[in-house]
Each structure stands twice: as structure tokens, then as C-alpha cells.
């Protein structure tokens, strides 16, 4: 039991860290409601295991080429990202051709589909997006091809690539590592940009969605602008400058509130 308590309470340092960017031994021991030490011991093995960086008497994540796993990813933003995902059910009508991304928020968008829709075909490279279909009326899935990423139960590599190829379908569903303030869409390394970029490639319609602690987060690969979709989901803030490149670009941009 205590294994699962150390272990939960650092999934949940690594998602303060997402939220607030950098922070405290002190104030994640008060937010925690642990001791200092504690928490300086979890610091110094999250140090060791190369997931936060601690400097000057803070903490942050460090910029890795991998997101976090997926089990601290979950907790985050489940308001905004159901508020998103109930915004891609209006996009999506019965019977529609679907290719779903991989990703918590788009993991949430397949449960809402699963709850809300009929007969959709969907093509995709989430197990997590497949279980979350389990019990959509009507539906067929097709799950990509090759070597399974076991952190994210996902395929992101070349066969999953060529997958999405064979396909075209109404309505493309995905996501992204972050989002610069100037509008590029950035991704922690080139495959989970070339994921994305066959994804959306398949697809007469293309959708991203994104939770706001996605603006901003300094990512080391880039690929097409904010505008380049048809239609963008989050509960961030864009820039001005953004949101007229988005409306000169067709860009449909639609705000969530983002509480929870």
C-alpha cells in the first residue's frame, strides 16, 4: 500500500508540474500534505529517473522526448477535456468515417462518441480509443497495424503510418504535445509528428484538440500552424494574433471554458 501511495503521490507532482511549470519542495509539500523530506525524496528519484529537473530551490519538468505516461495524464484537465470532447460530438453526426488520434483528450472524445453516436466507422492507433468504442451501437473499428507502444497502448511508428493512408474518412480527431504562442503546432519527437500529419491526411474534415496546458510548453518538434486545421477544440487562451490568422484561414476555433 505504501508502493501505491508513493507512486500516485508522485503522478500527482508530475501533473502540478504540468499545470504550474515550476514549483517548491514547500509548497508541494502544503499542496500534498506531506512532509518536506518526503517530498525531497521523491524529487531527488524523479531527478534520477530524468522527469523534473530541480534548480536554484524549484522544480519542473524537464523537456523530454517523450510525453509523461499516460496513467498522471488522465487526471488532468478531466473537466476541460469532457467539454471538448462534447464539443467533437457535435461535429461528428451518425454513420459518420472517423480516424481518431492518440491522447487523453481524444481517448475522452471516443467515450463521448461511443455514448452519443451510431454506426461510425472509425480507424485508429489508440487501444485506448478502441476500449473506450467498446460499446458504441453499430460501430466498427479498425486498429492500426505494427509494434504496440506498451507506455501509451499505442502505434505511432511506420506501419501505423501507412494505415491511415489507406483511408478516407469524414472527420480526423487528434491532438498534439503543445502549442507555441505564435500558433505552431509542436510534438515531443518527429514520429508523433508524423503520426499526426497521416492522421489528419486521411481526412476530409481535421480536428485538433487541445487542453490549454498545451499553449505554451516549449516542445522540440514542429510541424504546420494552429491554422493549418479545419477546426480547433481547447479551452486555451489564443492569442489575437492567432485567432484572426485562424479566422483569415477558415480556422474554425472553438472555446471551451476549461473549469472543472
Not at 508541494?28 to 530551490?57: C, F, K, P, Y
Not at 503520426?195 to 498545451?214: E, N, Q, W
Not at 485562424?246 to 476549461?258: F, K, M, N, P
Request: hydrophobic share 45%; aromatic share 4%; net charge neutral.
Amino acid at each position: 500500500m505504501r508502493k501505491e501511495e508513493m507512486t500516485r503521490r508522485r503522478d500527482e507532482i508530475i501533473g502540478l508540474l504540468c499545470d504550474v511549470g515550476e514549483i517548491s519542495a514547500a509548497d508541494l509539500a502544503a499542496r500534498l500534505a506531506v512532509s518536506v523530506q518526503t517530498i525531497r525524496t521523491d524529487l531527488r528519484e524523479l531527478d534520477e529517473a530524468a522527469l523534473v529537473q530541480r534548480r536554484n530551490g524549484v522544480v519542473r519538468l524537464r523537456q523530454p522526448s517523450e510525453n509523461i505516461g499516460y496513467a498522471p495524464r488522465i487526471s488532468q484537465a478531466r473537466g476541460e477535456k469532457q467539454q471538448i470532447a462534447m464539443a467533437v460530438r457535435n461535429l461528428v453526426s451518425d454513420g459518420a468515417r472517423v480516424a481518431l488520434g492518440t491522447g487523453t483528450t481524444v481517448e475522452a472524445c471516443a467515450r463521448i462518441l461511443a455514448a452519443h453516436r451510431e454506426g461510425l466507422f472509425v480507424a485508429t492507433n489508440s487501444i485506448h480509443a478502441v476500449i473506450a468504442l467498446q460499446g458504441a451501437p453499430g460501430a466498427v473499428v479498425t486498429l492500426a497495424g505494427g509494434t504496440v507502444r506498451l507506455r501509451d497502448l499505442d502505434m505511432i511508428g511506420t506501419a501505423s503510418t501507412a494505415f491511415f493512408a489507406d483511408y478516407l474518412v469524414d472527420i480526423a480527431v487528434f491532438s498534439c504535445g503543445g502549442l507555441s504562442e505564435a500558433g505552431e503546432v509542436l510534438d515531443y519527437n518527429t514520429e508523433e509528428v508524423t503520426a499526426r500529419t497521416a492522421i489528419a491526411g486521411c481526412a476530409r474534415r481535421r480536428v485538433l484538440v487541445m487542453d490549454r496546458a498545451k499553449l505554451g510548453r516549449e516542445l522540440p518538434c514542429r510541424k504546420q500552424m494552429v491554422w493549418d486545421y479545419d477546426v480547433v477544440v481547447t479551452g486555451a487562451a489564443l492569442a489575437p494574433e492567432v485567432l484572426a490568422r485562424c479566422a483569415e484561414a477558415s480556422c474554425r476555433v472553438i472555446q471551451v471554458s476549461g473549469e472543472e
